[in-house]
């Protein structure tokens, strides 16, 4: 059982930085922790791949303990005939992480570009690490540039090079190929991955430090875009528009105050979505031109340069970007990229390693996507012109975790992509007011609130509204699921699904949990959010809605049924509520684990638990919580936020028929990502149930 694998590249480049995010990622899923490892690095400043998964994988090391050496230190030591005096100081290296990590993710040194045989040798010198760390080998060939029958003999080559080398391969990868090209078979899995021009593009940041720029124009978000072509503006104005593409970097002369108030007027009219514009010579505009341009609004950057158009152009075009902890969009490229032409679970089974029986918050958090994407489903967000939708919606398409309707006018929401410099291309938007569904849903509605006197003309104008068109939506098949609340309040978003999509036969009540992402673990805590104070029957509702949530997110639920009492050591009405439902809970469900009542510090902590509670299968190992009555769950779960550093996600809804969960009106993006991947594995578990 290999502990960890070892990415190789096969010649100079290789794109090892989107291979190894996705291996991280599939490890990430199964293991407790992670560590990675580089036998050589370059010695200035952090190493990129390492800063990488540090950051997104949360690796607890320091940067300077996750390398070998350097490569200055290497070719001394080599120089001086202290090969194997290299290679035991990066073995003893790597076994200090090895020894903290349950799973390593290792990338290789970066192959010299030469005709010397240094490819050849360091090929070998990969190799020996592999085998001395017990790692299974990837290499990976760098397909840019390159002609297909080159790539397939490239693969072909490395696999069998390493097994001559006494490697054992895991599978070869093959990335930033054209097109859909197919590796040749081999005895190990082979993969393609097609060049993504959003990961390998620079920003405009990224262009702007290269070049030494000074930003006239623009903030944080415009720095950001992508820098997919580049044109020179040298002509007339109608010649410059004919020629501007979208992505593009428009380069131009300083005093071209027309061509900057043409290009950014273009840009704003919806006709080119350009990255951004470069002014040279040093030459500054017109201080009135630039009033113009700022009053259009375009959100791009302006940067001005002293060097000339064909030098800005020269050096922009050697510029190479790569995913980093400083732009998020890149990293779920790559991922998205990874996991469409990987086979990962394939993979994982043959990396065979241990899972853990644990859910850490990490495990969780990326597992979601996992499970999401291999069952995607039709999502609708009805708060579509919303800057966070949207940049949820860019990862959510990216990373294939669901279609996705967003609900809005098609005009304001393609304005603010522009502004945002966003792609959501795969998205369909749909606007209530105008679409030909809102008839059909007039109807619909009318009918299921008719004996609250609804009629079809007040359906027509209800209906219009995002969140009942949206809940409509689900209901009648057009999506699977709904998720809503960056914007509007819980009660909002939830009302049109207790009106329409109504509760699942047998469950008397729908209710909400939250997963608490803590440090260590995730719990589960129902309901913090919709029942202000449920009886001893909805109470047991609650507790094994929740109880089913918790497995169905891999969770294995022990609930415990809180109250300010454990056991028979305290009395009143609300702990003989508490009582009850505990009593119904193993009535009904007696494969569940139950404890109640029982107070929060005997359920979590085993010490306290074994004085108040011994004995008991859910005392100080709960997993599911369960508070009496809002006022309770709502207090302890912020509390809990706020003062542990816990992460929340929800309220996730259940009970209902079909999925509608709700947004904190402070959700980030991460927390949109997450609670539509919960949403479509409810809506996936939904439809094998019924």
């Not at 290299?86 to 040194?109: D, K, M, Q």
């Not at 579509?384 to 309707?405: H, M, N, P, Q, S």
């Not at 209800?462 to 939506?473: D, E, K, S």
């Not at 009904?588 to 404890?595: F, G, K």
Request: aromatic content about 4%; overall charge negative.
């Amino acid at each position: 059982m290999a502990r960890s694998v070892y990415l190789t590249s096969v010649g100079s480049g290789g794109g090892k930085s989107t291979v190894a995010l996705g291996l991280a990622e599939l490890l990430s899923r199964q293991v407790e922790r992670i560590g990675a490892f580089r036998p050589l690095v370059r010695g200035h400043g952090p190493d990129p791949i390492l800063a990488l998964l540090s950051d997104r994988y949360r690796i607890e090391l320091p940067l300077a303990d996750l390398s070998g050496t350097t490569y200055a230190e290497a070719t001394a030591l080599v120089a001086d005939g202290r090969r194997e005096e290299l290679v035991s100081g990066i073995v003893e290296r790597y076994r200090e992480v090895e020894r903290r990590c349950p799973a390593v993710v290792v990338v290789g040194s970066d192959f010299a570009d030469g005709g010397d045989g240094a490819g050849p040798r360091e090929l070998a010198f990969n190799a020996r690490l592999a085998t001395e760390f017990g790692s299974v080998v990837v290499p990976v060939i760098d397909g840019f540039g390159q002609e297909p029958a080159a790539i397939a003999a490239a693969a072909r080559g490395a696999y069998h090079d390493l097994e001559d080398l006494g490697a054992t391969v895991l599978a070869v990868i093959a990335n930033r190929v054209p097109g859909q090209m197919t590796l040749p078979e081999l005895p190990v899995p082979t993969y393609a991955i097609p060049e993504v021009p959003t990961v390998s593009a620079p920003t405009v940041a990224e262009v702007a430090a290269a070049l030494g720029a000074t930003l006239l124009a623009g903030d944080d978000d415009a720095l950001t875009r992508d820098v997919l072509d580049y044109v020179v503006g040298a002509a007339h104005v109608p010649t410059l528009l004919d020629h501007l593409t979208d992505g593009a970097l428009v380069i131009m002369p300083g005093d071209r105050d027309d061509l900057l108030v043409a290009t950014s007027a273009a840009h704003v009219a919806g006709q080119v979505s350009v990255a951004g514009l470069v002014l040279t010579l040093g030459e500054q505009p017109d201080p009135r031109a630039m009033r113009l341009v700022e009053g259009l609004k375009p959100g791009l950057a302006v940067l001005s340069v002293t060097s000339d158009s064909y030098d800005t152009v020269a050096a922009s075009s050697r510029i190479e970007g790569r995913p980093s902890a400083d732009n998020p969009r890149k990293v779920e490229a790559a991922l998205g990229a990874f996991e469409r032409c990987v086979d990962t679970d394939d993979l994982a089974r043959r990396l065979r390693v241990s899972r853990s029986e644990r859910v850490t918050p990490l495990m969780f958090e990326y597992d979601l996507i996992d499970r999401a994407r291999t069952r995607r489903r039709h999502l609708v967000l009805p708060e579509g012109a919303e800057e966070r939708i949207l940049r949820a919606t860019e990862i959510l398409l990216r990373r294939g975790v669901a279609d996705i309707t967003l609900l809005g006018r098609p005009d304001d929401i393609a304005r603010r992509t522009r502004e945002l410099g966003i792609d959501i291309a795969g998205a369909q938007i749909v606007d209530p007011v105008t679409s030909e569904w809102r008839d059909e849903f007039a109807t619909t509605y009318a009918r299921l609130r008719a004996h609250r006197g609804i009629t079809v003309e007040l359906a027509h104008d209800i209906v219009a509204q995002p969140n009942y068109f949206g809940t409509l939506m689900v209901q009648t098949g057009h999506a699977d699921g709904m998720v809503s609340g960056a914007t509007h309040t819980t009660a909002a978003t939830i009302r049109p699904a207790f009106e329409i999509i109504r509760n699942v036969p047998g469950v008397s009540v729908a209710s909400s949990v939250f997963f608490m992402l803590l440090a260590d673990r995730v719990l589960v805590y129902g309901d913090c959010a919709v029942n202000p104070d449920p009886d001893a029957a909805q109470l047991a509702d609650i507790a094994i809605s929740s109880a089913d949530t918790a497995a169905r997110f891999g969770i294995e639920p022990r609930v415990a049924m809180l109250s300010y009492s454990t056991g028979s050591s305290g009395a009143g009405a609300d702990v003989e509520k508490v009582a009850a439902a505990t009593k119904l809970v193993r009535e009904r469900r007696p494969d569940l684990l139950v404890e109640g009542p029982i107070q929060y510090d005997a359920a979590i902590d085993p010490a306290v638990a074994a004085t108040k509670l011994p004995g008991s299968e859910v005392a100080g190992r709960a997993t599911v919580f369960i508070f009496p009555d809002l006022n309770t769950g709502n207090n302890t779960y912020k509390a809990v936020q706020r003062s542990a550093g816990a992460v929340a996600v929800g309220p996730v809804m259940q009970g209902l028929r079909r999925p509608v969960n709700d947004l904190s009106r402070g959700a980030t993006v991460p927390d949109i990502v997450n609670t539509v991947a919960i949403t479509a594995i409810q809506a996936a578990a939904s439809e094998e149930s019924s």
